[in-house]
Structure formats: C-alpha cells, structure tokens
C-alpha cells in the first residue's frame, strides 16, 4: 500500500538528483508514494520517494528513486541524463529524461537488454495507476 508523501521529500529527491519532477510526477508521489502503473505493454512498480517521517515510512521507501538511479547508472548503456522511476521484475526500467534544470514530462522504457530508449507515453499522468 503506498502512502502520501510531503512536497519536502519530493524536493530532497529533486536536490539530489539534479532537476524538478515534472509537476504529474510529482503530484502522483505526493498522493500515493510508490504503487503500480501499467503501459500497454507492461506492469511497472514505481520506485518511491526516500520518506524518513518515520520508520514504518522508511522501511518501505528505502528502494528510492535516488538510490535505484544510482544503481541504474552502473548498468552498461542507462542513458546519463536519466532517472529511473519504475521496474518491470525483468531488467527493464521506467525512465525520465533530464532537461537541464527539469525533468521532461514524457516516460521512457529503457530496455536493460538494447540499452534502447522508447518513449510510451507524453506525460506521467498519463499512464494507468493500477
């Protein structure tokens, strides 16, 4: 079950990773830190937003977005200017693309085999939260 989130982890995460969420992204954290989405071709778990209010919201945000990018950027081919939002369980990844001070609004899937981009969708809202 994921739980809301306060703006102030938003923007730590934001400082850490260089760039402002677009505001879909954000908004979607705020609401439900973590949960599901789904493409047309795919399940995606969302990576959630480090949330140290307290320990049960810790525990279950330990796998944050800023740590799993980190992680992500030492695969060969994961592009330099991405984060990484969301796993499917096979290797592939839900990315954001940084545009100099922002993150754009449009997701990617990052093929972990190809080290390919393809865009899915325009905007973070548009995907479907399961």
Known sequence: MAF???EVYVAQAEVKLGARFPES???AMMEANGGEVATEEDDWQLYPILDSSDQ???SRSCNDI???TKNSAEWRGFP???V???A???GDLLVLLKSGEEFDPAVYV???ETGQLTKVKNDFSELDRL
Do not use: M, T
């Open 4 to 6: 809301d989130l306060s």
């Open 25 to 27: 992204y954000r908004r």
């Open 56 to 58: 049960k919201r810790l």
């Open 66 to 68: 800023v740590a799993e």
């Open 80 to 82: 330099e200017q991405a």
């Open 84 to 86: 990484a939002i969301a």
């Open 88 to 90: 499917n369980g096979s």
């Open 110 to 112: 990052w093929s972990h």
